[in-house]
């Protein structure tokens, strides 16, 4: 029989590999957290700055809208009263339907005007700098100059557009009173959204239409397709990406509407520009209930995140 035997030599050398392993694996772990601490040391600054400034009163407000506060008392438990209150405010009802009512009439507007600004101005035409920058300067433009000129522009009085009207057969009394006017102010207030939103996008649009390729437009000619097949069949497939982004970045702004109502109509007359998040601002700041104002906020995020998986459970499917 022969009988295995292990030499001292070979015993000694394994020995002294043991520890050596030991230490390789966690000098490897000591990298591996070192390099963790030095990436967390990069992000921990912006993190704390969310968290503080951002993540806590989102929080603070989620908590805030099942309470009674008016920022001077001490607050007290309020349980769903702020919520079976919703269902009693009229300016609520309003509000609600007034921003529903501006994101389904401004978005597709927007992107439609986005969308055929982006197609003119990617030809080769003369001025195509200018008028780029020119569509888009009213969205960098300051909003309380734009919206000063544009009450100015659509002055039922002495309003040019007005004027125009008036020049080509409109009869005084049916001259729209625009933002004085009940029934056209959200017109006044959707427009103007559409008008300084519209170069924004215009430009999202043109960076896509540049990454097409050209040869499928090439391909599209050779096979008979005039124009408009060509924007059907190979412009909008291949701007899919893009008009879907534009998308949910116009509903989610839509549905935050707050300034242009502020410094065109301040939600009126009576409560027909009224959309939600002027309604929390006269809730938290006019009235100070803080705790129903948080609990109109708390159903305006539940209503944007619910149309936003929609949109993107849509766009999967698709």
Same mark, same amino acid.
């Given at each position: ?80 009263? !702020? ?71 659509? !002055? ?163």
């Amino acid at each position: 029989m022969l009988v295995a035997t292990i030499s001292p030599a070979m015993s000694d050398r394994q020995a002294e590999t043991a520890p050596r392993r030991k230490v390789r694996v966690v000098s490897r772990r000591r990298r591996r957290i070192e390099n963790a601490l030095i990436a967390y040391s990069f992000i921990a600054p912006n993190f704390l700055g969310f968290a503080i400034f951002t993540l806590g009163p989102i929080l603070f407000a989620f908590a805030l809208a099942f309470m009674h506060w008016d920022g001077s008392n001490p607050i007290t438990f309020a349980g769903l009263d !702020n919520f079976w209150r919703l269902f009693e405010d009229r300016a609520f009802v309003d509000a609600f339907w007034n921003t529903i009512v501006y994101t389904v009439v401004s978005v597709p507007l927007t992107l439609a005007s986005a969308l055929g600004l982006a197609i003119l101005l990617n030809q080769k035409i003369f001025g195509r700098d200018f008028f780029r920058t020119a569509m888009f300067f009213p969205y960098v433009a300051s909003l309380v100059a734009v919206a000063v000129v544009w009450n100015m522009v659509f !002055n039922p009085e002495m309003g040019p557009v007005n004027m125009l009207l008036y020049t080509i057969g409109v009869p005084p009394e049916e001259l729209p009173g625009w933002a004085a006017d009940r029934h056209w102010a959200m017109v006044t207030v959707i427009l103007f959204g559409a008008w300084k939103s519209m170069g924004y996008y215009m430009v999202i649009y043109l960076a896509g239409l540049q990454g097409i390729n050209s040869e499928l437009y090439e391909a599209a000619g050779l096979d008979g397709a005039n124009a408009w097949q060509k924007f059907v069949h190979v412009t909008l497939p291949q701007l899919a990406p893009t008009t879907f982004f534009v998308t949910v970045m116009l509903t989610i702004q839509s549905f935050k509407v707050f300034d242009q109502v502020y410094m065109i109509t301040q939600g009126g007359p009576g409560t027909s520009t009224l959309v939600l998040v002027y309604h929390i601002y006269n809730e938290a700041f006019i009235s100070w209930d803080l705790g129903y104002s948080s609990m109109i906020a708390l159903v305006l995020f539940l209503l944007v995140l619910v149309v936003t998986v929609v949109q993107f459970r849509r766009q999967r499917e698709d």
